[in-house]
């Protein structure tokens, strides 16, 4: 089922509130591959959705450095924090390129 621009807003208002930042995130990526202008209150959503996603995982990103940090003396901790850290920084850069990508078509 395709969500009119409405909706899918409204979807983004929903979890917002139920701090579900991700399905906010991607309700709004939705709005902006619709390729329609965004009102003030769009990209306010649009914003708030990703700095939310971003600063969770850059939450998860410092807890893992710390831990791994804390584990140097053990090797397979070490790398297993390694491992987890990595898949965070992929995560949060795969985040921003899809959000810089989207914003860069829309400015076109």
Request: charged residues 35%.
């Amino acid at each position: 089922m395709t969500m009119d621009k409405s909706e899918l807003v409204q979807k983004a208002k929903l979890a917002e509130q139920a701090e579900r930042y991700d399905d906010m995130a991607a309700a709004m990526k939705a709005v902006t591959e619709q390729g329609h202008e965004l009102s003030n209150e769009e990209r306010n959503l649009l914003s708030v959705a990703y700095k939310n996603v971003v600063g969770a995982r850059r939450s998860s990103w410092r807890v893992i450095s710390s831990i791994e940090q804390k584990t140097e003396r053990n090797e397979k901790k070490q790398q297993m924090g390694k491992e987890y850290r990595e898949k965070i920084e992929a995560e949060l850069q795969d985040i921003c390129n899809d959000v810089l990508v989207k914003s860069g078509k829309n400015e076109q």
